[in-house]
């Protein structure tokens, strides 16, 4: 599959990703707290991926053994972290609102990386990078000079900082991204469970009846779709994708995600985007096209190796032949 491929699988995670906040909406307003999403979220995902993770990691158990860490920061600040402070954000802000603040990671990102290796992106890269925040200020504005949450904007933007360490480990890490999926929802199961154990982050679990599109429903409709399509699905490939293009442009074409979900949010929870914010959007998707159309460098895509493989795993062993000694020569008497 070629670059645009995989670029096209970004924004579908992005779209899939777009469905989180807005089906979880409900939840929360039954009772629910971001803490027992984020449980629910990620321990069904560990079921469903069970299998398929450790098909994947067949021969190759090495690999976790020798990354284990960044597997444990992924798992633990990369998505623990970033759906709990994000539920926690549209528990209290718009849905657009929280997408908009935690959507700042790309620009992170690129900050991050350019302190950390001494080298900025293209010229292209950083005017699309503008762009693209200067769309997210627009759709920002949400037209009724509402005073926003401050507990909830703060925590979109610790969203928007994990977030970013989610992308940059994502799309570097040497595991099969099917695995890294499987494996970082068991990391984020457990870590919220033990915020929540010690009572860091409140786990409640509210009504089991939610108010969707003006009539009473089970709680267990939207809780299908944020598990199932907005975070089985939504992860899986979009680890897929940023190993193949990179975290940089994996990052961006995840901003379309905010596009989906004001869509979304107009649709389901009745939240109507303005003037402005419709002109942001497309300031942001021009902002984004910028980016992306530079390469950018990807891990090596140890997935496609065979299972059993160990190239890159670990440098081959060197066995040091022992010089036989030689016999002592006597002279003849």
């Given at each position: 599959?070629?670059?645009?491929?995989w670029?096209?699988?970004?924004?579908?995670?992005?779209?899939?990703?777009?469905?989180?906040?807005?089906?979880?909406?409900?939840?929360?307003?039954?009772?629910?707290s971001?803490?027992?999403?984020?449980?629910?979220?990620?321990?069904?995902?560990?079921?469903?991926?069970?299998?398929?993770?450790?098909?994947?990691?067949?021969?190759?158990?090495s690999?976790?053994?020798?990354?284990?860490?960044?597997?444990?920061?992924?798992?633990?600040?990369?998505?623990?972290?970033?759906?709990?402070?994000?539920f926690?954000?549209?528990?209290?802000?718009?849905?657009?609102?929280?997408?908009?603040?935690?959507?700042?990671?790309?620009?992170?990102?690129?900050?991050?990386?350019?302190?950390?290796?001494?080298?900025?992106?293209?010229?292209?890269?950083?005017?699309?990078?503008?762009?693209?925040?200067g769309?997210?200020?627009l759709?920002?504005?949400?037209?009724?000079?509402?005073?926003?949450?401050?507990?909830?904007?703060?925590?979109?933007?610790?969203?928007?900082?994990?977030?970013?360490?989610?992308?940059?480990?994502?799309?570097?890490?040497?595991?099969?991204?099917?695995?890294?999926?499987?494996?970082?929802?068991?990391?984020?199961?457990?870590?919220?469970?033990?915020?929540?154990?010690?009572?860091?982050?409140?786990?409640?679990?509210?009504?089991?009846?939610?108010?969707?599109?003006?009539?009473?429903?089970?709680?267990?409709?939207?809780?299908?779709?944020?598990?199932?399509?907005?975070?089985?699905?939504?992860?899986?490939?979009?680890?897929a994708?940023?190993?193949?293009?990179?975290?940089?442009?994996?990052?961006?074409?995840a901003?379309t995600?905010?596009?989906?979900?004001?869509?979304?949010?107009?649709?389901?929870?009745?939240?109507?985007?303005?003037?402005?914010?419709?002109?942001?959007?497309?300031?942001?998707?021009?902002?984004?096209?910028?980016?992306?159309?530079?390469?950018?460098?990807?891990?090596?895509?140890?997935?496609?190796?065979?299972?059993?493989?160990?190239?890159?795993?670990?440098?081959?062993?060197?066995?040091?032949?022992?010089?036989?000694?030689?016999?002592?020569?006597?002279?003849?008497?």
């Amino acid at each position: 599959m070629g670059r645009t491929r995989w670029m096209l699988v970004a924004v579908l995670s992005a779209l899939a990703f777009g469905m989180s906040g807005t089906f979880v909406k409900p939840v929360l307003d039954a009772g629910w707290s971001p803490g027992a999403g984020s449980i629910v979220r990620t321990g069904v995902g560990v079921l469903i991926l069970a299998v398929p993770t450790i098909r994947a990691l067949r021969g190759r158990w090495s690999l976790v053994r020798q990354h284990w860490i960044g597997v444990l920061v992924l798992g633990g600040v990369g998505i623990a972290g970033t759906q709990t402070s994000y539920f926690l954000a549209v528990s209290r802000i718009p849905v657009s609102t929280a997408l908009m603040i935690e959507y700042l990671a790309p620009v992170l990102l690129i900050i991050a990386t350019g302190l950390w290796v001494r080298q900025w992106p293209p010229l292209r890269v950083i005017a699309g990078a503008l762009l693209a925040m200067g769309g997210l200020l627009l759709v920002l504005d949400t037209g009724h000079g509402t005073a926003l949450d401050p507990v909830g904007v703060g925590a979109a933007f610790v969203a928007a900082v994990v977030c970013a360490v989610y992308f940059q480990l994502s799309a570097t890490l040497p595991i099969p991204p099917l695995a890294l999926t499987g494996l970082g929802f068991a990391v984020a199961t457990v870590v919220s469970g033990v915020l929540g154990f010690v009572g860091l982050v409140p786990v409640r679990i509210g009504s089991w009846t939610v108010d969707m599109f003006g009539s009473p429903v089970s709680a267990l409709v939207p809780l299908a779709v944020v598990v199932l399509i907005a975070t089985a699905l939504a992860y899986s490939i979009e680890v897929a994708a940023a190993a193949h293009i990179g975290p940089r442009p994996a990052s961006f074409l995840a901003l379309t995600e905010v596009l989906f979900a004001t869509v979304a949010a107009a649709l389901v929870l009745g939240q109507i985007p303005g003037p402005l914010q419709a002109l942001g959007g497309l300031v942001l998707i021009a902002g984004v096209v910028l980016v992306v159309s530079v390469p950018a460098p990807h891990r090596p895509l140890l997935d496609e190796l065979p299972a059993g493989s160990h190239v890159a795993e670990r440098a081959p062993a060197v066995r040091r032949v022992a010089r036989r000694p030689r016999r002592p020569v006597h002279p003849e008497a």
